[in-house]
């Protein structure tokens, strides 16, 4: 119905609030909105004939946070496999229930999550530049994260210019 229709946007327009980055605290603030529209950019980037759903999926792929929080890289990490699926398929299913789930094969997962770490890389490096020591840790392990998957050439080209313009400062 046109009513749920329209919940369903109001749910996805309100997770563009949500705010990032509560576990190191940041100078300014960074939403998902910004988060997703950089990553979205950046998979743009990486990939300039990806297809519209995966620049749909990359916009919207931590809306879910909006109902389960923003849980940290480094906690979900640490969960149990079990926990880990449970939330995965959880988020899966809020995803679909708002309309915004997208089926993708494993070289367009595999864009999204590296368009998601780049701009990962890229916020550490604007709060680095603001002076924001704090971020060091969180920045290390995006790098880390980054070498432990296949990254695409142009991938590799900006993990090292952001890891060059990083080691500057």
Known sequence: TIAVDIQQYVDIRRSGAVKRSHT????????LAAHQWNAAMILHYLEPNARKEVLLAVLTHDVPELRFGDIPS???????????RSLQTAE????QRLGIWYELDSFETNLVIQADLLELLWYCLEQRRLGNIGMNEIFARGVE????????????????YIMQEYGRL
């Not at 190191?24 to 939403?31: L, N, R």
């Not at 994260?145 to 090292?160: D, F, H, K, S, V």
Request: hydrophobic share 30%.
């Open 92 to 95: 899966n299913l809020e995803l």
């Open 74 to 84: 480094p906690a979900k990490r640490n969960m149990s496999p079990e926990f880990r």
């Open 24 to 31: 190191v605290p940041p100078i300014g603030e960074q939403t």
């Open 145 to 160: 994260y980054l070498g432990n998957i296949e990254i695409c050439q142009r991938a590799r080209e900006m993990t090292g």
